[in-house]
């Protein structure tokens, strides 16, 4: 799952009764962790050997599950603020983490994030407000909590059309809730919006009318990112205008180990613009545009097949919760930014963003080329926030950066002073006995196909001795010896806490102790007790980095009508221990089919006069999709062109009738999920868990679908 809220470098105050320091910037915590090398290497993905590399994602893990900690042990004392920040701020780590090479494979990582916007998701369901450090996408998830609550019949009834915008906005109940909460408990958030809004506004408005789209659609850049051009979703999304990486792609925005155009404040302008105007072009109406800009245009097809209407406020109960509230939220903020003096805001917007553009050979520091423009180096990253390492990309003859507007001739002056041998964007590595290309790419923190690429190498088998060309600064040189010899000797600093104050994890279930058996992990075990890998590491005090010894034994809780079947675990042979392990080997190596047991692929011919849009709305799928599936550079299709289409599957709603078939003999009732409901809503109107109407109706996720029956045990 892996979905993040946005990360932030300032200080977060700490209000527990534990104490009244301030929490340091993300940045001091990897220090006090970490050597400043190793540091380096943690903020920059890169300079790490296979075995320093593990070690420092398993000390930041740690980092962030002492934070992860903190927010809990907080919520149960009934501190708010101290949880939010703590929430944030272990999401805040895990960010810096989610741009390390292949991290998305980390079990640990996964596990730990999915743990993490879990447990945030229900704080933030049962707080009344949130403190001005929470994410825009805590914030978003606030708001359709409230906009679902309230669900009055006349909420989508027009009380008011603002018609001089391009866009008419719509002011009714649900657009009403949305400028209440901003006027009220959101307030902070608006005014720093309305603030930030002035840094970026003017470069977008200019974007948004040269790209021929409304100019006000700009503060929908408000609802997608808080106007932060570095935020990362809980979706994976990045950047101010919240591009995932395929779509990015189709808009031209590129990115690598070295940086990632996505939080190119101009760059991502300009595809967000065109992004929309697409959507236009594909539903005719801008609410609908929006909505799909949200959620997908396939998404948003089905609604309309589903609602048998194309309008916004007869289709919206079909739409996924997360969007049924994004065009009210769109609304309530650009009618307030529009005219906040009526709103009751008076904020002084800051200075639009000015800079110079100058050309820079090969990669440099960052530090080097602040020095150049007579700066400091958070200027240049925050004018350059696509940049993801400590350095301009290598093999770029010419990279455009920007700078501060004025000191163009001071760079260049100082620039052109720079001796040529700081300005190599390359080192020499010679080859050693038993290295591979993948190994000298790991050490680098770099791909192999990097150095097949500068090496001009006909293949990937490389010999002893051969001296090879590695696209890094020769200054990384420095401190790769370091941060090995560092990590070698390091001790983690954390430790492990009391966490007998968790009582929410243990809450109706009952202790089983496990004994750990040759070949056991934590991820397999989990898996068999049915319980998340963060709780049996919270349960047992097991900071990461640390593993499990067979002949030890764990602490487990479980609900109660599982534990005798759970506690048999201990009984079996090794030999059926074994088969165990083998069966969930040979799970595993089906990969995620079993997920998406009724989607498949089918192949369409295209017909003369078919466009991608016309066959993304016949299939119900989005045309940029299509693209992607099949290896499209442009929108143009032929006729007798074969392409491939993704038919996804519903595994909870297609399973909903065997299900039934299989509680038709049990004492129960059975529920068909309406429009605007939740497992949080049907469990407290029944009187259930969340967990027990999952474990009834074999839910994968909670994730469910009106019109679907769930069964109730009574």
């Known amino acids: 799952m892996a979905i993040f809220g946005c990360s932030s470098e300032k200080s977060v105050k700490s209000t527990s009764p534990a104490t009244s320091s301030v929490l340091p910037s993300i940045s001091a915590v990897i220090a006090d962790t970490l050597s400043k090398e190793e540091m380096d290497a943690a903020l920059t993905d890169s300079l790490i050997t296979d075995s320093t590399y593990d070690q420092l994602t398993g000390q930041l893990l740690e980092a962030a599950r002492q934070h992860y900690l903190n927010a809990l042990e907080a919520e149960q004392l009934g501190d708010s603020t101290q949880s939010a920040d703590e929430f944030e701020y272990s999401i805040g780590i895990l960010n810096e983490l989610a741009f390390y090479p292949n991290i998305e494979n980390n079990q640990d990582f996964n596990d730990l994030s999915h743990s993490l916007i879990e447990d945030y998701g229900k704080y933030i369901a049962n707080i009344d407000s949130l403190g001005s450090q929470t994410s825009i996408f805590a914030l978003r998830q606030k708001l359709n909590e409230l906009d679902e609550l309230s669900q009055n019949i006349d909420e989508d009834i027009p009380k008011k059309i603002i018609t001089t915008t391009t866009v008419p906005l719509v002011i009714n109940g649900h657009v009403e809730n949305n400028i209440s909460f901003f006027r009220g408990k959101g307030r902070k958030h608006f005014e720093h919006w309305l603030y930030k809004g002035g840094l970026y506004f003017p470069m977008m408005s200019k974007i948004f009318r040269e790209e021929g789209i409304p100019e006000e659609l700009m503060h929908l850049s408000m609802v997608e990112s808080g106007l932060n051009p570095i935020a990362r979703s809980w979706a994976k999304a990045v950047g101010i205008w919240q591009f995932i990486k395929g779509t990015g792609k189709l808009y031209g925005l590129d990115g690598n180990f070295w940086y990632d155009e996505r939080r190119d404040f101009e760059k991502a302008t300009k595809a967000a613009a065109r992004h929309l105007k697409d959507l236009y072009g594909e539903f005719g109406d801008w609410y609908l545009a929006l909505a799909a800009y949200n959620s997908g245009a396939g998404r948003v097809f089905r609604a309309i097949r589903k609602s048998g209407s194309q309008d916004f406020w007869k289709l919206r109960p079909f739409l996924p919760k997360e969007t049924r509230n994004y065009v009210p939220q769109y609304i309530a903020v650009t009618a307030m930014a529009l005219d906040p003096e009526s709103y009751g805001f008076s904020v002084i917007p800051a200075d639009s963003l000015a800079y110079d553009y100058v050309n820079v050979e090969g990669s440099m520091d960052l530090s080097v080329l602040a020095k150049c423009a007579g700066t400091e180096v958070e200027s240049i990253r925050d004018l350059n926030p696509e940049l993801l390492r400590w350095c301009t990309p290598p093999g770029n003859s010419e990279y455009k950066l920007r700078i501060p507007s004025g000191k163009k001739s ?61 696209p890094v600064p020769e200054t990384a040189n ?8 560092d990590a070698e000797n390091k001790k983690s600093k954390r430790s492990t806490r009391n966490t007998a104050y968790l009582t929410e994890t243990r809450k109706g279930k009952s202790k089983v102790l496990y004994r750990i058996r040759k070949g056991d992990t934590l991820g397999k075990i989990a898996e068999w007790f049915d319980v998340r890998i963060s709780d049996l590491r919270i349960w047992n005090g097991i900071p990461y980095g640390s593993s ?24 079996i042979s090794e030999v059926e221990h074994d088969k165990l392990l083998t069966a969930d080997q040979s799970t595993s190596s089906r990969g995620s089919n079993s997920r998406h047991d009724n989607s498949y692929w089918t192949k369409y011919l295209v017909k003369s006069g078919d466009n991608l849009g016309k066959i993304a709305k016949k299939f119900g799928v989005a045309s940029e999709d299509i693209k992607k599936w099949n290896g499209l550079s442009s929108s143009s299709i032929r006729s007798g062109q074969s392409i491939e289409i993704l038919i996804e599957g519903n595994s909870n709603q297609s399973s909903s009738q065997s299900i039934a078939d299989a509680n038709k003999n049990k004492k129960g009732v059975t529920y068909t999920v309406k429009p605007g409901d939740t497992l949080e809503k049907i469990a407290a109107t029944f009187g259930v868990t969340i967990e027990q109407l999952r474990n009834w109706n074999k839910l994968r996720s909670s994730r469910i679908v009106i019109g679907q029956e769930l069964f109730i045990n009574s």
Do not use: C
């Open 410 to 470: 001071e760079f260049e002056q100082n620039y052109t002073s720079i001796p040529a041998t700081e300005k190599r964007d390359w080192i020499v590595h010679k080859v050693k006995k038993r290295e591979s290309l993948a190994s000298i790419a790991k050490r680098y923190g770099i791909t192999s196909d990097m150095i097949v690429e500068a090496n001009h190498l006909p293949s990937k088998i490389i010999k002893a001795g051969k001296e090879l060309v590695i």
């Open 478 to 485: 420095k401190y790769i010896s370091q941060i090995a010899d």
């Open 548 to 571: 499990i010894r067979a002949g030890g034994s764990l602490t487990l809780w479980v609900q109660k009508d599982k534990a005798e079947n759970v506690a048999k675990l201990n009984d």
